[in-house]
Every structure is written in structure tokens, then in C-alpha cells.
């Protein structure tokens, strides 16, 4: 059980970066040790190459060390409980390539081999394994067609941005994963459960609407603002051999919100 987060934050937002970013990954850390990694669009010249930092290690071994620009608007935070293409392998780990499309995803993805297949897709890299690859490369080729998702077998809540498109954070929500999204003034957080915005809320001391996204949706954000909501028809047959918790590192999780509280009453004095 995985667990992603990030935002799109509004021209003008003066919301401190890094500290997002921390909070976000605080509240989703207990949902993964095996790996963590963000990503955001790299400022200057050309704004629309995307940055990927991660590590083979919890939570707790990056959340010091997580640096976004001041002039960032798009992040994307993931902690990851692997279930195919090992972490020793740090192409496996998210956030992924693939193309154009960086993105992170939480769920199985049961059909992905036959989906690469299908369309003659080729791995990113030699030896990339994960099951999560089948979701990019479908939206990569599709460009962003929520339609492309319906070829999907599994669990998805997932959230990409693309080269070709600088502007936009996408967010999809199949079956049998969880995604929040909170809306306010300064832009639109998203994370894997309610309580992950709560922490946001509290770090970066601003008020959230809070709602759960309903499955076979595809939101398009733009500058902070959810600009198109599209439906699909995920595939509801798939049926998960063993139900996973969604706690999987308490450990994880309870040193990252107490380093969170240090970070926010520090930064916000």
C-alpha cells in the first residue's frame, strides 16, 4: 500500500515549497518504507523538464533533505510498499518515467506486461519491471485520454505531470485505492487520505476543502485551480489476492509527523 501526495499551487502563492512538500510526505509516510521520491518542474529556461530526487530508504531519510524551489508550483510525493520491480533497482521506484510523463502511483497493476505488449511499447529503461509503467505509457500515447486508463486490470490512485503539457498536474483515481484532494486559496494538495492533508493544514497554518475523489475520475489541474473533471469506466472486476493494511511503517509515520512538528514551529515563527 503506497502512498502519494503532492499540489499545484496558484500564480502568486506564498506557500513555502519545501515545507509542502515535507508536510505531504509526513502524512503519507507510514503507508511505505521501501523507497520515497519527489518530483517538480525544474524553474529557468526551460520549466518544463521535471526534477526526480529519490532514494531507497523510508520516509525518515529524506525528509530533511527534500529541497524544492521557491518558484515551483507542481510537486509530486511518493512512499512506496513495492509489490513488482524490486527497489534495489531505482528505476522502479517512483516517481517513474516514461517518456514525456513522470509519474507515482498507488495500487496493482495486473495486466501490464499484456498493456506494454499491446502497444509495442518499450520499457524506459533495460530491466524495468514495475507495473506502474503500464499506467504512463497509456497516457503518454493517449495524450492524457482518461479513456487509455479503461485497458487497466488493478488498483490505481495515481498522479502524473507531462512534459508536453507545463502547465498541468493530472490526478486519476481508478478502483481500490484511496485520493484526496484539498482546495484553497494558496492552490490544490492531494494525498492518499484526508488525515495527510490535516498535516498540511497544521504545518503550513491554512484551511483545506477536503474531498474524496469518486473512482474512474480524471482531474486536470491548472495553476492551482481544478479546471476539468472527466469520467472513465475502470475495469471493477479485478479482486485483490489479499487485502493489504494501509499502515505498513508506524514507525515511518510517527518520526516523520514529530520531525514535521519541529520543521513547521521553526519555519512558521
Not at 518544463?48 to 508550483?73: F, N
Request: net charge negative; aromatic share 6%; proline share 4%.
Amino acid at each position: 500500500m503506497c502512498g502519494i501526495a503532492g499540489y499545484s499551487l496558484v500564480g502568486g502563492s506564498t506557500a513555502p515549497r519545501t515545507m509542502a512538500a515535507q508536510a505531504l510526505l509526513a502524512g503519507i509516510a507510514e503507508r511505505g518504507e521501501d523507497a520515497v521520491g519527489y518530483a517538480y518542474r525544474s524553474p529557468g529556461e526551460d520549466d518544463a523538464v521535471i526534477a526526480v530526487h529519490k532514494r531507497q530508504t523510508g520516509a525518515s531519510g529524506l525528509i530533511d533533505d527534500i529541497s524544492v524551489p521557491d518558484t515551483a508550483s507542481q510537486v509530486l510525493v511518493h512512499v512506496r510498499d513495492f509489490t513488482k520491480g524490486h527497489p534495489s533497482f531505482d528505476v522502479n521506484n517512483h516517481p517513474i518515467r516514461h517518456g514525456a510523463v513522470v509519474g507515482i502511483h498507488n495500487g496493482v497493476i495486473a495486466n501490464d506486461e499484456e498493456v506494454l505488449e499491446r502497444h509495442g511499447f518499450e520499457r524506459e529503461w533495460p530491466g524495468m519491471t514495475v507495473d506502474s509503467e503500464a499506467i504512463f505509457a497509456l497516457v503518454e500515447e493517449s495524450a492524457n485520454d482518461p479513456r487509455s486508463l479503461e485497458e487497466l486490470h488493478g488498483t490505481m490512485a495515481a498522479a502524473w505531470l507531462d512534459e508536453r503539457d507545463p502547465g498541468t498536474l493530472f490526478l486519476a483515481r481508478g478502483i481500490g485505492r484511496p485520493l484526496w484532494i484539498g482546495e484553497s486559496r494558496e492552490g490544490v494538495f492531494f494525498a492518499s487520505t484526508s488525515a495527510a492533508l490535516a498535516v498540511v493544514e497544521r504545518s503550513l497554518r491554512i484551511g483545506l476543502a477536503h474531498r474524496e475523489l469518486s473512482e474512474g475520475t480524471l482531474l486536470r489541474v491548472c495553476g492551482g485551480h481544478v479546471v476539468s473533471e472527466r469520467s472513465f469506466q475502470p475495469d471493477h472486476s479485478f479482486r485483490e489476492e489479499r487485502t493489504l493494511p494501509a499502515v505498513r511503517s508506524q514507525y515511518e509515520g510517527e518520526y516523520c509527523l514529530q520531525r514535521m512538528a519541529v520543521i513547521a514551529a521553526w519555519t512558521m515563527a
